[in-house]
């Protein structure tokens, strides 16, 4: 089993940056993809992006390509997303998921508790 933390969330004016983090503890040796999600109240959760084991893989929601990058570090255990460009649309709960999907299919099975992301105008 994997417990995943995110952090870095927080409330950000729009055009600006923020970096989350996915800190992955447990069992770390077993080589998980890791993707992002976000979901706002009252609507699905959306799939934002997702990287494979070793990097080379990564795959983005439409509306985030160019805008966010997801890269890991996986001597730290830990995957990262940085958004830039924030728009209000970007507001969600973010949260991390580590699974053995392929990314362009991935649905996660391990869940973080998920981070807030506000962007205002």
């Known amino acids: 089993q994997v417990h995943l933390v995110e952090s870095g969330g927080g409330l950000v004016q729009a055009g600006g940056s923020l970096r989350l983090s996915c800190a992955a503890s447990?069992?770390?040796?077993?080589?998980?993809?890791v993707g992002w999600f976000r979901q706002v109240p009252g609507k699905e959760r959306e799939f934002v992006a997702a990287?494979?084991?070793?990097?080379?893989?990564?795959n983005y929601l439409d509306s985030v390509k160019g805008r966010f990058t997801i890269s890991r570090d996986n001597a730290k255990n830990t995957v990262y997303l940085q958004m830039n460009s924030l728009k209000p649309e970007d507001t969600a709960v973010y949260y991390c998921?580590?699974?053995?999907?392929?990314?362009?299919?991935?649905?996660?099975?391990?869940w973080g508790q998920g981070t807030q992301v506000t962007v205002s105008l």
């Open positions: 447990g069992r770390t040796d077993i080589r998980y993809a």
């Open positions: 998921a580590a699974g053995l999907d392929a990314i362009r299919a991935f649905r996660g099975v391990y």
């Open positions: 990287i494979s084991w070793s990097g080379d893989s990564t």
